[in-house]
């Protein structure tokens, strides 16, 4: 479902160039999920970035869906993948209601006025279908998340891109949240690329960890492995260990 | 759940002009919680009212020559005292809120919009655009604002327009600052990520994503400036660059009203309580819509 | 800590020479090019064409324009502001003559303005959001609101006019001009050193008023500014830590100069005062206030940098364009 090949992203030009991510391959199969996991600012973010198209200084070949996307991508390849961001007070627009942040991705491809399909996708999430006339404000941060996750799933895409999804929520939303997440997987077939810190969310979600470091993956992990606590990878162990500690 | 068909979107005028009211209320329960601010706002209300129904409210022509009763002191008959020509003062106060809301709205209206595009579009581009943009403004905003105004009444003669352009040509710099420093701050937003995620045009983003955001602030900006553009245009009026007479300008009555300065102080003195009083009305809406709108300015 | 970067400081002055230079553009522009008319203003309407034609040429108008920008340019590089066209005075001692009258009245201005308005923004500040605040607010946003050409006419009215209080035009009463020998051109200081305390008090009678009208304007800006800066320095913990034992004015003090030297600079373009003579004195002073307006309208904007330096450059046109603006300028 996504194939990358020597991805490589910089940010600055230079003294100031910094290689954030240095030549990561990797593949995910479709209804797989794969989770990244490694300390902050390794460059977790960046590679998803450049997998949804918000970045475009990269390089190297992305492959989604079979298909080689372009830095600019086209409007069928954006509905691919989409990404469900940290975190929900920042990723929904604070003036726009409910309804709107929901038809928004219909207008904007230029599919109708999308909004018979806003009660649908809320439903979908399981929020009631008074909720589109809100405002974000008025909406808790798990509600919130389901917006954003319903938003991310209005234009139907195969790949979903998940950047530490649940971080900002408290832990009895998480667990709610993870597993709306698992039940849509099921559903849709859908193939999950996912950021976290916490791994017990990536023992819980992932078939497959890519542990990451300063830009490069340095391990791979099963997850059995990972509750086993059969870690072989040094680097992978600190910080293995230093999660439960 | 019946109900449901008939929620989401468009739903009609009366739908909209609900929220609207709504959102009306609110502001104004909000405002009566700043004494402050009501009273301004209740005087602005009221010089609008006193400038549309003006013909009707004014005891006198404004315009209209009675030479026996000129420099009249006030009294009951004339409660503002009466000029060199006989025409009642007070009169000529009311008819001149006209000329000032009429000022005050179309500098708004030419400044707000100029500066709020000039101002997003540099922030949201960035790059060369950027640079360009705010260079252009900074230069303007290093502009004394009286030399384009003599320029334009040297060039167009003097009149109600040229100082509304004049003053608008200065004007705009700060509200695009204002606007260009919000979105800056909006663009790098994850809900303007996700809307590129899902192609909305840069057109898009800018009028639906960033605008809405810049607007509050921009708002409050104008609001504040309207205090400062009813000064700047009775400073022209007082240049003699201003609307031009018989026009009851306020800034022009207290220039006229100096010749009599020391024997009939009237005349000079009485309009500029009308500039102050609306000056400060409009201070007060902007300090208390900035309390109100303005999140991150914590007044008290 | 980050090196000094030359490179950026390079590029910000390359940005503020073409600033400058589109400035200077502009204002040549609008000087030389927009149809007003210098030449006839001088010679008069209906002057015969030689002596019009002759001092178009004394004017240089009759070159072409690039060559009258280049004058311009290289003249205001050599620290000439050229000639105000209508008096034929070189603008640079227009500006000399009446500078020590405008440094006497801004100086006396600032003074005030910062004497009264400081201790008042602290007061608002410390005393947040109780009647003091509220009285303070009031004073300032009055401040900010009032016509300061209206407000001149009212304190004559009053205080010349009516009370008698106070001296009128001229720095001085007639029959004791040029009594005090002129050692700094301030005539405060040069009566006191020659210890004519007539003259001083005098002099103080007439600058009092013309003082005080553009300083309550200034004032209104400082209170507030204090007032916000103030409660910045309370937020802090340091001040909160200092709260308990030390003097709290120190503290805060120390964050502001900066901060009244840009608004004392701001507000001292209002003190714009005439060249002596040709007017009249005094009454000008106040009524020029008048210019003040205009540049309130964005009070608490920080100016830009490049607005500060090139201040000075805009005098000699503000002269000019204000002899030009006509018979309704003529004071009364
Ligand atoms: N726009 C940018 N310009 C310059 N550097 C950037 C930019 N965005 C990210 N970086 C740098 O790239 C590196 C990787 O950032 P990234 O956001 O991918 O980290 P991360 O692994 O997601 O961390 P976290 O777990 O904290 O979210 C960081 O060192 C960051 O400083
Ligand atoms: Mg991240």
New binding site residues.
């Given amino acids: 479902m996504i194939e990358v090949e020597n991805l490589e ?1 910089a ?2 030009k230079g003294d100031d160039r ?1 290689q ?2 240095k030549s990561v391959s990797f593949k995910v199969a479709k209804g797989e999920t794969l989770g990244i996991v ?12 450049s997998l949804a198209g918000l ?1 475009r200084h990269w390089t190297g070949r992305i492959a989604l869906a079979g298909q080689d996307v372009a830095k600019e991508r086209t409007k069928q390849q954006f509905e691919l993948a989409q990404m469900v961001f ?1 975190d929900p007070y920042g990723s929904i627009h604070p003036r726009h209601r409910i309804e709107r942040v929901l038809a928004e991705l219909l207008r904007a491809m230029q599919r109708g006025e999308g909004w018979d399909r806003v009660v649908p996708a809320l439903e979908r999430v399981g929020l009631p279908a008074a909720f589109a006339e809100r405002f974000p404000h008025e909406l808790s941060g798990g509600q919130r998340q389901r917006v954003a996750i319903a938003r991310a799933l209005m234009l139907a895409p195969q790949i979903l891109l998940l ?2 999804p649940t971080s900002a929520l408290d832990v009895s939303v998480q667990a709610e949240v993870l597993n709306l997440l698992s039940d849509l997987r099921e559903e849709q077939q859908l193939t999950y690329v996912l ?1 976290s ?1 916490d791994l017990s969310v990536i023992a819980h979600m992932c078939d497959r960890v890519l542990v ?1 470091k300063e ?1 490069v993956f340095v391990d791979e992990l099963t997850p059995e492995a990972f509750r086993g606590g059969e870690i072989t990878q040094a680097y992978s162990k600190t910080l293995f260990e230093a999660s439960f500690l | 759940m019946s109900n449901v068909e008939t929620l989401p979107g468009r739903g009609g005028f009366g739908r909209l002009f609900g929220r609207m009211a709504t959102t009306v209320r609110l502001s104004l329960s909000k405002l009566s919680r700043e004494p402050l601010g009501m009273v301004g706002f209740i005087v602005l209300a009221v010089l609008v009212i006193v400038a549309i129904f003006a013909p009707w409210i004014a005891p006198y022509s404004p315009t209209a020559q009675n030479l026996p009763q000129a420099l009249q002191a006030p009294s009951w008959a004339h409660w503002a005292g009466t000029d060199e020509f006989g025409r009642d003062i007070l009169s000529r106060l009311i008819h001149g809120t006209r000329i000032t809301i009429q000022t005050v709205l179309a500098v708004t209206l030419i400044v707000g919009p100029v500066g709020l595009i000039v101002g997003v579009v540099a922030g949201f581009v960035g790059g060369r655009t950027d640079a360009i943009l705010m260079r252009a403004t900074d230069i303007v905003l290093s502009f004394p604002s009286l030399i384009p105004a003599l320029a334009f009444a040297a060039a167009m003669g003097a009149g109600l327009q040229t100082a509304i352009i004049a003053i608008s040509l200065t004007g705009w710099p700060p509200i695009a600052r204002l606007a260009r420093a919000e979105a800056l701050v909006v663009r790098n937003t994850d809900y303007v990520a996700a809307a590129r995620l899902y192609g909305a045009s840069p057109l898009r983003i800018l009028f639906l994503y960033i605008a809405p955001m810049c607007i509050p602030s921009v708002v409050v900006r104008l609001t504040l400036n309207m205090a400062g553009i009813i000064l700047t245009a009775a400073a022209l009026g007082f240049l003699g660059l201003g609307a031009q007479p018989p026009a009851p300008e306020w800034g022009a009555m207290i220039s006229n009203g100096r010749k009599f300065m020391l024997d009939y102080w009237w005349v000079a003195v009485m309009p500029g309580p009308a500039i102050l009083i609306t000056s400060l009305a409009f201070n007060l809406v902007g300090d208390a819509l900035r309390d109100l709108l303005d999140p991150r300015h914590v007044r008290s | 800590m980050k090196e000094f970067n030359f490179k950026e400081l390079g590029q910000r002055f390359v940005q503020l020479l073409v600033s400058l230079f589109i400035l200077l553009l502009v204002t040549f522009v609008i000087g030389r090019v927009l149809p007003t008319d210098p030449v006839g203003a001088i010679v008069g309407e209906l002057a015969d064409p030689a002596a019009f034609e002759a001092m178009r040429q004394r004017l240089g108008l009759d070159l072409p324009l690039y060559q009258q920008f280049w004058i311009y340019v290289t003249s205001l590089l050599h620290g000439d502001m050229g000639t105000a066209i209508l008096t034929g005075n070189p603008v640079t001692q227009d500006l000399a003559s009446a500078f020590p009258a405008t440094l006497e009245l801004a100086t006396l201005a600032v003074i005030i303005s910062t004497v009264v308005g400081v201790p008042l923004g602290m007061a608002a500040a410390l005393y947040r959001d109780t009647l003091i605040d509220q009285i303070a607010r009031v004073i300032s946003l009055v401040g900010h609101s009032i016509p300061v050409f209206w407000f001149g006419i009212v304190g004559l009215v009053i205080f010349y006019a009516g009370l008698s209080r106070v001296g009128g035009p001229g720095r001085v009463d007639i029959y004791l001009e040029g009594l005090v020998e002129p050692r700094t051109g301030l005539l405060l200081v040069d009566s006191l050193l020659a210890g004519d305390m007539e003259v001083f008090w005098n002099a103080v009678s007439h600058i009092i008023l013309p003082a005080c009208i553009p300083a309550y304007s200034a004032m209104a800006y400082i209170t507030r500014m204090t007032r916000s800066f103030t409660l910045e320095q309370l937020n802090q913990d340091y001040v909160t830590a200092a709260r308990q034992g030390r003097v709290l004015g120190g503290h805060c003090h120390r964050a502001y100069p900066a901060q009244y030297f840009g608004a004392a600079g701001d507000h001292s373009r209002h003190f714009l005062w005439q060249p002596a003579g040709r007017r009249g004195g005094h009454r000008d002073r106040v009524l020029s206030a008048r210019y003040r307006p205009i540049h309130d309208q964005c009070a608490d904007d920080w100016r830009h940098e490049c607005r500060a330096r090139l201040d000075a450059d805009h005098w000699p046109d503000l002269h000019a364009a204000q002899f030009r603006g006509g018979p309704r300028l003529c004071l009364p």
Avoid: A, I
């Fill in positions: 992203v940010f600055g910094k954030v991510v490694g300390e902050s600012g390794c460059g977790k973010s960046t590679v998803l970035r970045d940290q950047d530490e950021v810190h990451m830009g």
